[in-house]
């Protein structure tokens, strides 16, 4: 099939890519040009394993291409995949500029050529319950017809996208058009041929399923934290109770490991969302609230952990942090708990060297030159006062502790994400504090 | 082994019988006379699915007994399992009064026996973290000494209670002793042999881990219901939206079913303890606070439905109610939704008659006569302005609808449960409320 992929971010390069490596031919848009260009001489412009390799084959093979002409592209496409940014706005609702822009711009480009050729137009992008029809509606004002409205929310994760494109645990559609459905049907079957399901639904629904299961993991994930702090008041163990709880076949155990809250592109602006519209139908979701105000406190409870045990006072003092990006295996960096806490530590009068395996440069971003970038992890460590481990990448999880423990000017590490155990960072003698656990050489 | 087993309710009475069924000798011990006199005659005291068959077999092959006296339990027996009731105190907590009381008790009867042979006090009931320290230290207190503490937090569900004390999801075992494990994690190998695993961690952990387990079951189903109330705003359906988030791997698709709230003996008893115990450390549970507060207004939506269908005037007017207990396959009315929403209705005037297919004498204890049975649910069905559906069970998922229409004076049905199709329904000509679903039917405004 002939498709067209408008915004070329995460979840449009990916989509792309992934489209064209089933044989449709596909034209990516972009309109930032330090992009484009880069992905026009064949450049992946972000961190997704196993996304060159497929990205390489599929321009070689003239199945993907990338352009800044609107027209051109969706001209020659009988579906466009619209994979734009729905940024946060000030009161937590998505901020749709850029879907109506594109809406409009698509809107003139159709009636210029006549509505002649059957489009379907499939939103990708995480938008509010009823921008589909609001989107038909843009579509309708230029006075076409020969075209139909598809929400097709996308669940594929940061890190793990072109595995969860190709092998999607499902495929929602929205539509309430026959012909758009069977058209979308047959584009996705070679993505479910282990028999997945591909759920078909009317757009409302397909809209409010996105955003119900981000929030009920960002709900699962803060339940997990809240009962985390709950037992370390208690003496409990949460990798005990996180192991009692996930076996029970009704909860699961994927998805449960207690931290220094969510991050991230998505499940913070999803809640809020999703918060924002059923406020707004005056059916508040104050479940989700109550989430959003708990996540924020989590991303500072490693930095009390820090103050109580210098006694309140870290000024001048010097942290090696590990870990930037908001979780392992991306470079986003995009409301990562790293930056609340390194923040917090130098507003407290602290200084910070950090490391992080592919957010650095991301992380200049929102941190400037507020903070030390070191070469390695182990660089990150000269003459810190304690380790913070922010983010769990896998290369963090068995360190050479033996050069921990001499470049470090004490042996103490705080850990946001529990990648090691009590009992060894005890046996190895370091001062060990981490989420929902008993500290260690206290 | 030999086994006692204090308190017989739906924990005690599975677990003894269970037990007896893979060979052990269970002594089952309770204080109330009328339970006893039945359970000594051989009698099932209550509803429960595949109970009876093992409940005779193994009296019939003396494994399983029933006293009053716990004295002599305890003394023929090397593990004694506490499934105590822990009612919901007047401030949220659990009430410990059961527990402490006979570990007490239990203490008396070893040192006035001076019996030395090593017991090990299996704590059953759902309990806050700490209850194991403190029942240690009555025993300890009563000069007890040659004997080890044991958590092991029961999972099953009423309704499944022996298919799941049977094959379990997992067995927590939480304790200091190395020696107490062992021997019970012997017990309940016969259990696992499917290879699901049997957890061993200290105390604390376990006794968290039953409530937390309880009270995220409770935060899912509360989410599926405010997601529900929702869909309702915006036109969405809870039930492609479930579809949707139940594919997710991470999410899994069971027990996302929203309805008129949880209720039993124990998710609310569970969340509000965890609340209470949270607090009291310090460290609140926000999230469960809010859980408890929408579940509670939950059980109301229905009730909404009714007075909006109706004007705002139901005074007079006869309503059929299928389904009492709080869930199916169980007689357990313990904070059912039915209550709530029965008593609403009755507070506003209304006449009220059900039926359940086990909870329905339960349900007198409840309405002290101020509601009309049914033996049948057709039975109730004459004459009503409409039937008000409030719990699953299986027999109301396929009634014949002709039979329904004909008996109603308007065919309208309220569906807490969303066990019936919305098109079909319209179909059919009724007038038909869901949750989280559009409503249908030909009076209803677009
Ligand atoms: N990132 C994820 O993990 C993820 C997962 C599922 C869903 N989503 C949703 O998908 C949508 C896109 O997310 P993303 O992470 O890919 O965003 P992104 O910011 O990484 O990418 C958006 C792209 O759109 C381009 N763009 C903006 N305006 C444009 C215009 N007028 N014409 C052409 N291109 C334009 C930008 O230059 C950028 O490359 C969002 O709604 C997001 O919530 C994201
Ligand atoms: N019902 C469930 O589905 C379930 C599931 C898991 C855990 N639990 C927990 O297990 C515990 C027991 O629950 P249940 O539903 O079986 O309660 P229940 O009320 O059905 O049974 C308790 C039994 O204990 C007896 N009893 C009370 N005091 C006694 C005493 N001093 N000596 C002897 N017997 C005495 C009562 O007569 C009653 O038969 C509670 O803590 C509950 O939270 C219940």
């Given at each position: 099939?002939n498709?067209?992929?408008?915004?070329?971010g995460?979840?449009?390069?990916?989509?792309?890519?992934?489209?064209?490596?089933?044989?449709?031919?596909?034209?990516?848009?972009d309109?930032?040009?330090?992009?484009?260009?880069?992905?026009q001489?064949?450049?992946v412009?972000?961190?997704?394993?196993?996304?060159?390799f497929?990205?390489?084959?599929?321009?070689?093979?003239k199945r993907?291409?990338f352009?800044?002409?609107?027209?051109?592209?969706?001209?020659?496409s009988?579906?466009?995949?619209?994979?734009?940014?729905?940024?946060?706005?000030?009161?937590?609702?998505?901020?749709?500029?850029?879907?109506?822009?594109?809406?409009?711009?698509?809107?003139?480009?159709?009636?210029?050529?006549?509505?002649r050729?059957?489009?379907?137009?499939?939103n990708?992008?995480?938008?509010?319950?009823?921008?589909?029809?609001?989107?038909a509606g843009?579509?309708?004002?230029?006075?076409?017809?020969?075209?139909?409205?598809?929400s097709?929310?996308?669940?594929?994760?940061?890190?793990?996208?072109?595995?969860d494109?190709?092998?999607?645990?499902?495929?929602v559609?929205?539509?309430?058009?026959v012909?758009?459905?069977?058209k979308m049907?047959?584009?996705?079957?070679?993505?479910?041929?282990?028999?997945?399901?591909?759920l078909?639904m009317?757009?409302?629904?397909?809209?409010?399923?996105?955003?119900a299961?981000?929030?009920?993991?960002?709900?699962?994930?803060?339940?997990?934290?809240?009962?985390a702090?709950?037992?370390?008041?208690?003496?409990?163990?949460?990798?005990?109770?996180r192991?009692?709880?996930?076996?029970?076949?009704?909860?699961?155990k994927?998805?449960?490991?207690?931290?220094?809250?969510?991050g991230?592109?998505?499940?913070?602006k999803?809640?809020?969302?999703?918060?924002?519209?059923?406020?707004?139908y005056?059916s508040?979701?104050?479940?989700?609230?109550?989430?959003?105000?708990?996540n924020?406190?989590q991303?500072l409870v490693?930095?009390?952990?820090?103050?109580?045990?210098f006694n309140?006072d870290?000024?001048?003092?010097?942290?090696?942090?590990?870990?930037?990006?908001?979780?392992?295996?991306?470079?986003?960096?995009?409301?990562?708990?790293?930056?609340?806490?390194?923040?917090?530590?130098?507003?407290?009068g602290?200084?910070?060297?950090a490391?992080?395996?592919?957010?650095?440069e991301?992380?200049k971003?929102?941190?400037?030159?507020?903070?030390?970038y070191?070469?390695n992890e182990?660089d990150?460590?000269?003459?810190?006062?304690?380790?913070?481990?922010?983010?769990?990448?896998?290369?963090f999880?068995?360190p050479?502790?033996?050069?921990?423990?001499s470049?470090?000017?004490?042996?103490?590490?705080?850990?946001?994400?529990?990648i090691?155990?009590?009992?060894?960072?005890?046996?190895?003698g370091?001062?060990?504090?981490?989420?929902?656990r008993k500290?260690?050489?206290? | 082994?030999n086994?006692?087993?204090?308190?017989?309710?739906?924990?005690?009475l599975?677990?003894?019988?269970?037990?007896?069924?893979?060979?052990?000798?269970?002594?089952?011990?309770?204080?109330?006379?009328?339970?006893?006199?039945?359970?000594?005659?051989?009698?099932?005291?209550?509803?429960?699915?595949?109970?009876?068959?093992?409940?005779?077999?193994?009296?019939q092959?003396?494994?399983?007994i029933?006293?009053?006296?716990?004295?002599?339990?305890?003394l023929?027996?090397d593990?004694?399992?506490?499934?105590?009731?822990t009612?919901?105190?007047?401030?949220?907590?659990?009430?410990?009064?059961?527990?402490?009381?006979?570990?007490?008790?239990?203490?008396?009867v070893?040192?006035?026996n001076?019996?030395?042979?090593?017991?090990?006090?299996?704590?059953?009931?759902?309990?806050?973290?700490g209850?194991a320290?403190k029942?240690?230290?009555i025993?300890?207190?009563?000069?007890?000494?040659n004997f080890?503490?044991?958590?092991?937090?029961e999972f099953l569900?009423?309704?499944?209670?022996?298919?799941?004390?049977?094959?379990?999801?997992?067995?927590?075992?939480?304790?200091?002793?190395?020696?107490?494990?062992?021997?019970?994690?012997?017990?309940?190998?016969?259990f696992?042999?499917?290879?699901?695993?049997?957890?061993?961690?200290?105390?604390?952990?376990?006794?968290?881990?039953?409530?937390?387990?309880?009270?995220y079951?409770?935060?899912r189903?509360?989410?599926m219901?405010?997601?529900?109330?929702f869909c309702?705003?915006?036109?969405a359906?809870?039930?492609?939206?479930?579809?949707?988030?139940?594919?997710?791997?991470?999410?899994?698709?069971?027990?996302?079913?929203a309805?008129?709230?949880?209720?039993g003996?124990?998710?609310?008893?569970?969340?509000n303890a965890l609340?209470?115990?949270?607090?009291?450390?310090?460290?609140?549970?926000?999230?469960?606070?809010i859980?408890?507060?929408?579940?509670?207004?939950q059980?109301?939506?229905l009730?909404?439905?009714?007075?909006?269908?109706?004007?705002?005037d139901?005074?007079g007017?006869?309503?059929?109610?299928?389904?009492?207990?709080?869930?199916?396959?169980t007689?357990?009315?313990?904070?059912?939704?039915?209550?709530?929403?029965i008593?609403?209705?009755?507070?506003?005037?209304?006449?009220?008659?059900?039926?359940?297919?086990?909870?329905?004498?339960?349900a007198c204890?409840?309405?002290?006569?101020?509601?009309?049975?049914?033996?049948?649910?057709?039975?109730?069905?004459?004459?009503?302005?409409?039937?008000?559906?409030?719990?699953?069970?299986?027999?109301?998922?396929?009634?014949?609808?002709?039979?329904?229409?004909?008996?109603l004076?308007?065919?309208?049905?309220?569906?807490?449960?969303?066990?019936y199709?919305?098109?079909?329904?319209?179909?059919?000509?009724?007038?038909?409320?869901?949750i989280?679903?559009p409503?249908?039917?030909?009076?209803?405004?677009?």
């Open positions: 099939m498709l067209a992929v408008i915004g070329t995460y979840v449009g390069l990916v989509s792309g890519t992934c489209f064209a490596e089933m044989g449709n031919q596909v034209i990516c848009v309109n930032n040009q330090e992009k484009l260009s880069k992905l001489s064949a450049e412009t972000i961190y997704e394993p196993g996304l060159d497929i990205f390489y084959r599929n321009i070689a093979k993907l291409s352009t800044d002409d609107l027209k051109y592209a969706v001209n020659s009988e579906i466009i995949f619209l994979c734009l940014p729905t940024p946060q706005g000030e009161d937590g609702s998505a901020d749709l500029k850029y879907v109506f822009g594109i809406a409009g711009e698509i809107g003139k480009i159709l009636k210029e050529s006549g509505d050729d059957y489009k379907v137009i499939v990708k992008s995480t938008v509010p319950v009823g921008t589909a029809v609001q989107v843009i579509l309708k004002n230029f006075g076409l017809k020969n075209f139909d409205i598809v097709n929310p996308e669940f594929l994760r940061e890190g793990f996208a072109v595995e494109f190709m092998k999607p645990d499902r495929i559609i929205g539509s309430d058009s012909a758009a459905l069977e049907k047959l584009l996705y079957e070679p993505f479910v041929r282990q028999g997945n399901p591909i078909e009317d757009t409302s629904s397909a809209e409010v399923t996105k955003y299961a981000n929030s009920y993991l960002a709900m699962r994930i803060t339940y997990m934290n809240e009962l702090n709950f037992c370390e008041k208690v003496g409990a163990n949460v990798d005990m109770v192991k009692g709880m996930g076996t029970d076949s009704r909860i699961g994927r998805f449960l490991f207690a931290g220094i809250g969510y991230g592109s998505c499940f913070p999803d809640v809020n969302a999703l918060i924002k519209t059923s406020c707004d005056d508040e979701m104050k479940i989700l609230t109550v989430v959003d105000k708990v924020h406190a991303k490693l930095v009390e952990k820090v103050l109580s045990y309140n870290i000024k001048e003092k010097h942290f090696a942090v590990w870990g930037l990006a908001f979780k392992p295996n991306t470079d986003d960096m995009r409301e990562a708990p790293s930056v609340v806490l390194i923040k917090k530590l130098l507003e407290l602290a200084s910070v060297s490391y992080d395996p592919a957010a650095i991301t992380a971003f929102y941190l400037n030159n507020s903070v030390t070191a070469e182990y990150a460590l000269r003459n810190a006062e304690a380790l913070i481990i922010v983010t769990e990448w896998n290369e999880r068995n050479d502790f033996s050069i921990l423990k470049t470090l000017k004490q042996p103490v590490i705080f850990d946001g994400r529990n090691f155990t009590p009992e060894k960072m005890q046996e190895l370091f001062t060990y504090y981490s989420i929902g500290p260690a050489n206290v | 082994m086994i006692s087993v204090i308190g017989t309710g739906y924990v005690g599975v677990s003894g019988t269970c037990f007896a069924d893979r060979g052990n000798r269970v002594i089952c011990v309770d204080n109330n006379p009328e339970k006893l006199r039945k359970l000594q005659n051989s009698d099932v005291p209550i509803y429960e699915p595949g109970l009876e068959i093992l409940f005779h077999r193994n009296i092959q003396k494994r399983l029933f006293t009053g006296s716990l004295e002599y339990a305890v023929n027996s593990i004694i399992f506490l499934c105590l009731p009612p919901q105190d007047e401030d949220g907590s659990a009430d410990l009064s059961y527990v402490m009381g006979c570990a007490k008790n239990i203490g008396q070893l040192t006035k001076a019996c030395t042979d090593y017991k090990i006090i299996v704590n059953k009931s759902t309990v806050p973290v209850t320290f029942v240690r230290d025993l300890k207190a009563e000069g007890v000494e080890d503490v044991v958590s092991n937090p569900r009423e309704g499944f209670a022996v298919e799941d004390f049977r094959k379990p999801d997992r067995i927590v075992i939480g304790s200091e002793s190395r020696r107490a494990i062992e021997m019970i994690r012997e017990l309940y190998e016969p696992v042999n499917q290879g699901n695993p049997i957890l061993e961690m200290d105390t604390a952990s376990a006794e968290v881990t039953k409530y937390a387990s309880n009270s079951l409770a935060m189903i509360t989410y219901n405010e997601l529900a109330n309702e705003r915006v036109g359906n809870v039930d492609m939206v479930r579809h949707g988030m139940g594919t997710d791997s991470r999410i899994g698709k069971r027990f996302l079913f309805g008129i709230g949880y209720g003996s124990c998710f609310p008893k569970d969340v609340i209470k115990t949270a607090c009291e450390h310090g460290s609140p549970m926000n999230i469960l606070e859980v408890d507060k929408v579940n509670r207004e059980k109301f939506v009730v909404k439905k009714v007075m909006e269908h109706f004007n705002g139901v005074k007017r006869n309503f059929a109610v299928w389904g009492l207990a709080f869930k199916p396959n007689d357990d009315m313990r904070e059912a939704p039915s209550i709530y929403i008593r609403e209705l009755q507070k506003a005037g209304a006449v009220v008659s059900a039926y359940d297919p086990a909870a329905m004498e339960v204890r409840h309405f002290d006569g101020a509601i009309r049975y049914g033996q049948t649910k057709e039975e109730v069905l004459k004459g009503a302005d409409a039937l008000l559906v409030l719990t699953e069970w299986a027999e109301f998922r396929s009634p014949e609808f002709n039979g329904i229409k004909d008996a004076k308007n065919p309208v049905i309220f569906d807490g449960r969303n066990i199709s919305p098109e079909r329904l319209a179909a059919m000509g009724f007038t038909y409320y869901s989280g679903r409503a249908v039917g030909d009076d209803i405004k677009k």
